[in-house]
Each structure stands twice: as C-alpha cells, then as structure tokens.
C-alpha cells in the first residue's frame, strides 16, 4: 500500500515561514493537496493539485512537489495558523491516502 | 451554499451495528463521487470508503481495515449518502465526516462529523 510521511511536529516563530514536507515514493508524480485542521474543526483543502489555492486561501499558503516530497509552505506565519495539517494523494491500488499530519505550532 | 451535515453517530457495544447519514445540499448530488473519512481521537484521517456516482456505475471501494463490515452506499432521490456500519470493533471509535470528491485531485467539501464510540 501506498504510504505519505510527514513530520509529527513544526514550530515556528510568528511572521517566519513554515515548512511541511510529506514523502511518497514517486509522489512528484501524483496530484498532492494539504488540508489544514484547526481543534474541533473539520478540515479544510488549503492547496490542491500541489500548488493551487482555493478561493478564500490566503496568499500566504504555497506548495510544490518534486521527486519523493511535497512541500507546503506558509510565509509569514499567523497565529491562526496554528493547527494541524495533512496531506493526501490518490493511489490506484490504495484509494486515497492521508499523511500521518504535523502539528504546526507558533511558538 | 454547500452543505453536508452528518448524523446517526452514538454509542454502540463491540459487534454491533449502526448506520451513519450524510444529508447534502447546495450542489447536484446525482453527479458527486462521495468519501467517507474517520478520525480516530487524537489520531489523524483516515479514509474509510469511496461511491462513485451512479452515472459512472454507483462503484464503491473500501479501506482494508473495514472491507466486509461496512458498506457505503447512496440515496440520489434524497441527496443523501449512508455508512452501514456492521460487526463494530473498539477500533472504529472516530469521528466520522463525509466529503465531497473533486475528480482524483482531493476533497473540497466536508461536513462537521458524527461521533461513534464502541465501547462496552
């Protein structure tokens, strides 16, 4: 089966940038998103199709995706902020497929 | 405005049944694939099951850990997609949200999510 790996933890200062790394075999090769998941909150898709950001989704949230790694990246970090953020691709034999998710803190 | 508002959670002893609801609104229903995604607590997401509209064959697909206990399945006359929920383990203790698809890129909608506990 197909596995994503983040890191369980991030912590940044606020105003500096954050980044989230999610590892797949070849996931450069797939379509990979982020959600950000705020306490007691459903989630939300920050970014879709590597790089894209839905309509509401402040400048600030970026991502790429090259190789084994997907990277998302917030600028100037908010305390908003503050939540937990995972990543997802769809695989053929495993379906959808969710990262372990990383728990962003502003420090 | 799209809405997905989940009900039908609640306590359940282990071996027993439950069935979950996702009543949709705000979007055409007939067209969506449809997921549902578990949160175990303090755990992160899970992908549970997946229907695919009836237009491209109403085809479900499940996550290993529950194939053969739970069936998804929907409802396109009342906009409303089911978790059939059978022989429970104290390991489907999660919140559970279903989710619209947007093609095979992620899923761009959620609703708030219904509790099932499985405990004795």
């Known amino acids: 089966s197909y596995v994503l790996t983040q890191p369980p933890s991030v912590s940044v200062s606020p105003g500096q940038t954050a980044t989230i790394t999610c590892s797949g075999d070849k996931l450069g090769f797939r379509n990979c998103c982020w959600y950000q998941q705020r306490p007691g909150q459903s989630p939300v898709v920050v970014i879709y199709?590597?790089?894209k950001r839905p309509s509401g989704i402040p400048e600030r949230f970026s991502g790429s995706n090259s190789g084994n790694t997907a990277t998302l990246t917030i600028s100037g970090t908010q305390a908003m902020d503050e939540a937990d953020y995972y990543c997802q691709t769809w695989d053929s034999n495993t379906a959808w497929v969710f990262g372990g998710g990383t728990k962003l803190t502003i420090l | 405005e799209v809405q997905l508002v989940e009900s039908g959670g609640g306590l359940v002893k282990p071996g027993g049944s439950l069935r979950l609801s996702c009543e949709v609104s705000g979007f055409t229903f007939t067209n969506a694939w449809m997921s549902w995604v578990r949160q175990a607590p303090g755990k992160g997401l899970e992908w549970v099951a997946q229907?695919?509209?009836?237009?491209?064959?109403?085809?479900?697909d499940y996550a290993a850990p529950v194939k053969g206990r739970l069936t998804i399945s929907r409802d396109d006359a009342k906009n409303t997609l089911y978790l059939q929920m059978h022989s429970l383990k104290t390991e489907d203790t999660a919140v559970y949200y279903c989710?619209?698809?947007?093609?095979?890129?992620?899923?761009?909608?959620w609703g708030q999510g219904t509790l099932v506990t499985v405990s004795s």
């Open positions: 199709q590597d790089n």
């Open positions: 229907i695919k509209s009836e237009s491209q064959g109403g085809t479900t």
């Open positions: 989710a619209t698809e947007y093609g095979d890129s992620h899923f761009d909608y």
